[in-house]
């Protein structure tokens, strides 16, 4: 990763298509051994209903706080660790992706174990919401529901 970017950058809500490549290049580096990418992508079916498409809001200014502080609970929880995590948020189709966790660290476990952390706190504490448009009927579902 850049010098250049600050590592407030590596932590954003968009409207756009997330660029993988992207996300990933953000923590790469020379010390690392393991690069560990989450992507969270629109499933077709969820609880027996067929997903025809996932409109996702937030309260973006405290997301992007929220998803930040996610990113230094992970590099002080693993030391070494670099996180990026980008949420995307508007319509998303069927097999779009949604968010990406991206954790680079010099241990391949501390990756894997990171990465995890990274995509469930999300869904814990960051004020994103979905609303799910099924061939019968929608509903909102948002973090405070807890998992499903």
Do not use: C, N
Request: proline share 4%.
């Amino acid at each position: 990763m850049s010098e250049r970017m600050l590592r407030e950058e590596r932590f954003r809500v968009v409207t756009e298509p997330i660029d993988v490549s992207e996300v990933i290049s953000w923590v790469t580096g020379p010390e690392m051994g393991a690069i560990v990418p989450f992507l969270g992508t629109v499933r077709e079916w969820t609880e027996g209903k067929r997903t025809l498409y996932l409109e996702y809001d937030a309260y973006v200014g405290m997301a992007r706080r929220t998803l930040f502080q996610i990113g230094d609970e992970i590099e002080s929880r693993w030391l070494g660790a670099r996180a990026a995590i980008v949420h995307r948020i508007g319509r998303l189709e069927v097999g779009d992706i949604a968010v990406v966790v991206a954790v680079a660290s010099p241990h391949r476990e501390d990756a894997f174990e990171a990465s995890r952390y990274g995509i469930e706190r999300i869904k814990q504490v960051v004020p994103i919401w979905k609303k799910e448009h099924w061939e019968d009927g929608t509903a909102w579902i948002g973090h405070q529901s807890g998992p499903r």
